[in-house]
């Protein structure tokens, strides 16, 4: 291999990750803006996140595009391979969380300004500052190819798992106490369960970073603790 092709190669490798790095970015601003639009309840923040995750599609079929170009004409090996494959892994995870931040914003739309307490936010949004810190710990990590730091990514998911279970909980109970209370508490519920899922992206990425600089699998079993599936709460009669 010639002395420009090995340049435009590694050119090639750079600007996949490059885009990346801009999905990331974005993605990161549409969690962000979607968490703004739910706690404010503003449907103007909420239809902007709707519109931008339209660019964030497009850059990860541009991302998928490149990599398959990338191994047609190259046809990578080891590394360089696992790299690439990566990148296509993470483009995908990083398209998922920008479409749960916009399923968060048609919430917001949806409840058309309803609000109930204060209270009812609190939980939902210190779930959303933990993911967003994950995701941006994570993001930070495939940066500089650090699989430490993306390892400790991957272990901080049971963190949000359990959190998420203790506001079922809570926003059953609230449910439970008051039937006016139910619209408003299911479209949280359902906010609230897309942020965990944007928890299980993030953990995804941090498993690729891991495979892609070392070639090395994380455990199969990751540490999952969401049992909203089993939780219950009781029903006092009076």
């Known amino acids: 291999m010639s002395e420009h092709t090995v340049s435009r190669y590694d050119d090639e490798l750079k600007d996949i990750a490059r885009r990346i790095a801009e999905m990331g970015g974005m993605a990161e601003r549409l969690v ?8 404010r309840l503003d449907t103007t923040i909420a239809n902007s996140v709707i519109s931008d995750d339209k660019r964030l599609d497009l850059l990860q ?34 398209e998922r969380i920008g479409d749960l931040a916009k399923n ?23 779930m959303a500052e933990l993911s967003l810190a994950q995701l941006k710990d994570v993001l930070d990590a495939y940066a500089l190819r650090d699989v430490k730091q993306a390892f400790e990514v991957w272990k901080r998911d049971a963190e949000i798992d359990q959190m998420y279970t203790s506001l079922f ?54 540490p999952k603790h969401d049992d909203s599936s089993i939780t219950t709460v009781p029903y006092e009669t009076t």
């Open 32 to 39: 962000d803006h979607a968490v703004t639009a739910l706690t």
């Open 169 to 222: 909980r809570e926003l059953l109970t609230y449910m439970m106490e008051d039937p006016r209370n139910i619209t408003f508490c299911t479209h949280l519920l359902f906010c609230a369960k897309n942020i965990e899922r944007i928890g299980d992206h993030t953990t995804n990425i941090a498993e690729t970073i891991q495979y892609a600089v070392t070639g090395e699998l994380l455990p199969d079993e990751r």
């Open 104 to 126: 968060i914003a048609k919430r917001v739309i949806a409840l058309d300004g309803q609000f109930q307490s204060k209270r009812f936010m609190t939980g939902v949004e210190h």
């Open 61 to 94: 079929r541009e991302c998928e595009e490149q990599a398959i170009l990338i191994i047609a004409r190259r046809q990578p090996m080891a590394m360089d391979l696992r790299e690439v494959i990566g990148a296509l892994r993470i483009s995908n995870d990083l």
